[in-house]
């Protein structure tokens, strides 16, 4: 009894084929039918057994009682996560912490919140820079953190990795098998954020994103089914998922397909900021020359650093290289004298603690995010214009990081049916920019926010003097006061609808998960005020 929802589906599904399936929740949908299907009878729950006829009473109490009474105090508590990388994240109290340990527990999860109408959030690394993002005043917080199984296949050429994974612990596991999978570059960095929003790896030269390199998603639906998700079961939900972000589902673990790494160079300079346009010209002639050589990343920051005007990057190539004597594409980077370096060779996973030590938790932050038409004029008059405006900034170093969309990348995203998020080849290459601040307290919210919002638009100003404008924003790097979802452009929004309404009738993630950006594609926090 206890699997026969799963089962049942399951065996649907593959006697159906891909697209032949196509009811993922029946008009006459009964929660507590479905929950009973999962082993749990809600008339011997007392506090459910009232509601198991109407359910339109928002009872987070009552979802956070069944929940402990059903699994047990170990799997839920009314303490909030601990581990969010920013403070405002923090803050947020949820009326109870729901730790799933399978996927059928999340089914459940999500069958209760129905049932009881109490919002729910999904945390896997809690990396996003604000408020309800993975965190829900007075709901469910569901912290992912013990749906952390890592396994090679036997033929090694995938590795599935559930969402309580961060990014130093996969790749560590990949390092004795000379192998590694398109991820994040930070070390304690959530696996599952970053995948759903895209993810920008060290490897995206050559392979593209994150999400364009999953075998399957294990995802649980609005209606608490479990579905492999390929693109060869779920063509349309496999699209929608490759930038889509909490809209479909919960993923309770990705397939990655791995890819051959051993040893490989890494280097993380910093610069006088009087260096910045050498930088960017470098930056420029690196993002064409991935045309012919897809191995190297590499992107520049500047900063304003307690009065300091500093720039600073990241190189690295999938190969040892001798600095003496360098492939061509870092060549005119490399010659650019730096004030400090730790050029080394190195194992992936040891390249991840940097980043997340330049990006420390326990601040107040927020991120920006918006891309360009490739153009290094741009990029100088964005830094003379950080720097103008940093020094009224109440934040320790206000930064901009500049990152590239090469052609071959944007091409790489395009395999097994391309990604949601709208970027074309023949757009490339762009660039992209990162607004981040991080500052310590409360009462600089507003002003800071405003600061930050204000140097958006006088970058998109400068951009559509320039011609170089692109709608797109990096949703894992954006804000919630922008309309991230849009920028994937109106046929594509039109195409996650669809997919939604197939899969979501009812829109559950859309309201009772109502964190993150939704595919109304509005601004989830409207314009800072
Ligand atoms: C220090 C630092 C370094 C970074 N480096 C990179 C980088 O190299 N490349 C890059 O692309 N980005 C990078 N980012 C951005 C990063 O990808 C985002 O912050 C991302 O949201 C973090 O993922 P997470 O799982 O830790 O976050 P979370 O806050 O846990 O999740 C973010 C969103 O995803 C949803 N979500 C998470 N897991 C699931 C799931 N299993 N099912 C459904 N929804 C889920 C959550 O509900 C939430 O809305 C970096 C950020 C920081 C702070
Ligand atoms: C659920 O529990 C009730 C009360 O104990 C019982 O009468 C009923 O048969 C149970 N239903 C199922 C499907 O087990
Ligand atoms: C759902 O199913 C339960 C158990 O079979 C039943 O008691 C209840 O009336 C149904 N609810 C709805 C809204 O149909
Ligand atoms: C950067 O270079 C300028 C010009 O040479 C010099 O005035 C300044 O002191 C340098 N700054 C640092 C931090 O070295
Ligand atoms: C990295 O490896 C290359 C090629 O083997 C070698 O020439 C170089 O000296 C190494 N770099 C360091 C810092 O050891």
Not at 73 to 101: D, G, N, R
Not at 108 to 114: D, G, K
Not at 467 to 487: E, F, L, R, T, W
């Amino acid at each position: 009894m206890k699997l026969f929802h799963q089962l049942c589906v399951c065996a649907l599904a593959v006697a159906a084929g891909a697209s032949t399936q196509d009811v993922f929740e029946p008009a006459d949908f009964n929660v507590t039918e479905a929950l009973i299907d999962n082993g749990i009878n809600v008339s011997t729950i007392p506090a459910l057994a009232g509601l198991a006829a109407r359910s339109s009473l928002k009872g987070c109490s009552i979802a956070c009682n069944s929940l402990k009474l059903v699994f047990g105090a170990a799997k839920v508590s009314s303490a909030a996560p601990t581990t969010y990388w920013s403070i405002q994240q923090l803050e947020v109290e949820p009326h109870c912490t729901f730790k799933p340990s399978t996927a059928l527990d999340v089914s459940s999860l999500v069958l209760i919140a129905r049932l009881t109408t109490c919002p729910f959030a999904v945390k896997s690394g809690g990396h996003a820079a604000f408020p309800g993002a993975s965190s829900i005043e007075g709901g469910i917080t569901v912290d992912m953190v013990n749906l952390n199984q890592r396994k090679l296949s036997t033929d090694k050429k995938t590795f599935t990795v559930g969402p309580g994974n961060r990014w130093k612990e996969v790749y560590d596991y990949l390092t004795p098998y000379n192998l590694a999978i398109v991820g994040g570059r930070a070390a304690y960095v959530g696996v599952g954020g970053l995948t759903l929003g895209g993810g920008i790896s060290h490897h995206t030269n050559e392979y593209g994103l994150a999400c364009d390199n999953i075998a399957s998603y294990e995802l649980v639906t609005a209606s608490g089914i479990i579905l492999t998700v390929s693109q060869k079961t779920f063509p349309d939900l496999y699209w929608a998922l490759r930038g889509g972000g909490n809209n479909f589902g919960v993923i309770t673990a990705f397939n990655y397909e791995t890819l051959p790494q051993g040893l490989m160079f890494a280097s993380k300079r910093q610069y006088n900021a009087t260096y910045a346009p050498a930088l960017f010209d470098a930056f420029g002639n690196a993002v064409e020359a991935a045309e012919t050589d897809t191995k190297a990343a590499h992107f520049v920051a500047v900063a304003y650093s307690r009065g300091v005007k500093i720039a600073s990057t990241e190189y690295e190539y999938f190969d040892p290289v001798d600095p003496a004597n360098p492939p061509a594409i870092l060549k005119q980077y490399l010659a650019v004298p730096p004030l400090t370096d730790n050029t080394r060779n190195c194992s992936l996973a040891d390249t991840t603690p940097g980043l997340s030590q330049s990006m420390p938790d326990g601040f107040r932050t927020t991120m920006w995010s918006q891309s360009f038409k490739l153009n290094t004029e741009l990029m100088k008059r964005m830094t003379d214009h950080l720097f103008k405006i940093a020094p009224g900034i109440p934040v320790g170093s206000p930064s901009v990081t500049f990152q590239a969309f090469s052609k071959p990348a944007i091409a790489a995203m395009q395999k097994k049916g391309g990604n949601a998020l709208g970027l074309r080849p023949e757009d490339g290459p762009l660039f992209h920019a990162l607004f981040y601040l991080s500052w310590t307290d409360e009462k600089d919210d507003k002003v800071v926010l405003k600061a930050a919002q204000d140097f958006l638009s006088a970058s998109v100003a400068m951009a559509k003097e320039l011609g170089a404008y692109n709608d797109y924003m990096y949703m894992p790097y954006s804000s919630p006061y922008q309309p991230v979802i849009s920028g994937y452009g109106a046929e594509n929004v039109a195409r996650l609808n669809k997919v939604l309404k197939k899969y979501d009738p009812s829109g559950v993630f859309q309201d009772l998960q109502p964190g993150y950006f939704k595919l109304d594609g509005g601004a989830p926090y409207g314009q800072v005020v």
